[in-house]
């Protein structure tokens, strides 16, 4: 069974530039986080959506950062205009489980503004 | 707000010796995840704790959950090299929350 599939796995960028990234969840999981690691720490949670709909966007930066999954399977996640404070990790992840429950990581897009 | 806290922060292991990773989180909640990061990869789910008293073991990994004391434990027999990476635990509240993580190197 194929896993969590994100890309680009490394951007880098200059600030005020926009930049987005991808993720295809495993097949047949209708909910699909988006999380923000920073170095030495755990995930943050962004964005959650339980098949189209965002569900919990309370942490998502909205001025920023906007997200979308419009067929419900998978997700873009955007930034525009890019922060230096913006560099980190963004981890896709999938369950199939509407209550939060195991999740499964994609490898994450690391991002470097500069 | 859930807040959920990891000690220690770093553990630097001997091999062939036992240890104990704790994790306490602030508000109840009777479901409790960890998860095994290695350097530059993505998180991989180690053990799912779903009730007071779950006890999960695999390997050299033990995990437990106390609900009753907010606290959950992963306990490491006889450490080995590939055990080194990053661990997390993970609490259900409204959402999944993450502690910080534990550095974990083992040396020879």
């Known amino acids: 069974e194929a896993g969590v599939v994100q890309s680009p796995r490394y951007k880098i960028i200059e600030k005020k530039q926009p930049v987005a990234f991808w993720c295809n969840p495993i097949s047949g999981h209708n909910t699909l986080y988006w999380y923000l690691q920073n170095l030495g720490q755990g995930p943050e949670l962004l964005i959650r959506y339980e098949n189209e709909e965002a569900v919990d966007d309370s942490q998502l930066p909205k001025d920023r950062f906007s997200a979308e999954r419009l067929k419900g399977v998978d997700s873009t996640l955007k930034i525009q205009p890019a922060e230096l404070g913006d560099s980190a990790v963004y981890l896709c992840?999938?369950?199939?489980?509407?209550?939060?429950?195991?999740?499964?990581f994609g490898e994450g897009s690391r991002l470097t503004v500069l | 707000e859930l807040k959920v806290e990891q000690n220690p922060l770093f553990l630097s292991m001997q091999e062939g010796k036992n240890y104990t990773i704790y994790c306490n989180y602030s508000?109840?909640?009777?479901?409790l995840y960890w998860y095994r990061q290695d350097p530059g990869k993505s998180l991989e789910s180690l053990f799912v704790l779903l009730s007071n008293g779950a006890v999960k073991q695999e390997g050299r990994l033990m995990a437990s959950l106390d609900t009753k004391a907010r606290l959950s434990t992963l306990h490491i027999t006889a450490a080995v090299h590939d055990l080194s990476a990053t661990y997390f635990c993970?609490?259900?509240?409204?959402?999944?929350?993450f502690g910080a993580g534990t550095i974990l190197r083992v040396k020879s």
């Open positions: 993970a609490v259900d509240g409204d959402k999944l929350v």
């Open positions: 508000t109840t909640s009777d479901r």
């Open positions: 992840a999938s369950s199939p489980h509407r209550d939060p429950g195991e999740l499964f």
